[in-house]
């Protein structure tokens, strides 16, 4: 059985994961700049850890070089998978990004026992995992942009989606090589600020000076 912590920790991320898809589908479409919306929000989520290091006393693991270069390759690819996102919910609907991400845990069981050594899915999962699939499946066929446009209405999403499982099946990989003096905190500092730097990068690849145009600050006011 689930312990109380694991299942809090579970349906905590759930919310706080659909939560962001919907405000970020929200303000992207206000602000059609995702490298400079992620920017922000990335700023923020430093800003608060400090705070909290400060007047909390939390307790944030230094840097070492070991750890820099184990992380190196999860910081990019999750900075590219955060910008993947972004423009997939800028080109596509909330459902669709939701639908792809569901996908994820059945790429991630197999690559994870080709890889990692790790178990395969008991029968009941795989059976729970397949039923996921076969219900996407019957999505995208009956989606109208697919209709339309055929598989390039996917681009985005399918690179989110690799990208994301690449994320996780390394991510797991690294944290049996990395020892946290605070296992949820860690590197976090370092590696938001990586990722600042890829979309602050990617926000002038964007044409931040260029699309300010189609900013919609009435909407933002009302």
Sequence with gaps: MLPASAFFGVAAYVTCSSMMLVANKVTLTLIPLPGAVFTFQLAFAVVSIYMMKTLCSLRVDDLTWFNIKLMFPYTISFAMSIYANGKSLEHS???TVIVARSCAPLLISVIEWA????????WKSTGALLSILVAATGYVLADSQMKLVGLQAYTWVGIYLLLIVYNMVYGKSVTSKVSFASPVWGLTPWIIRARIDGSLGRGWGDGWGTETGNIRPYAILM
Excluded: D
């Design 115 to 122: 890889v990692l050594n790790r178990q395969l899915p008991s």
């Design 93 to 95: 609907n909330v459902e």
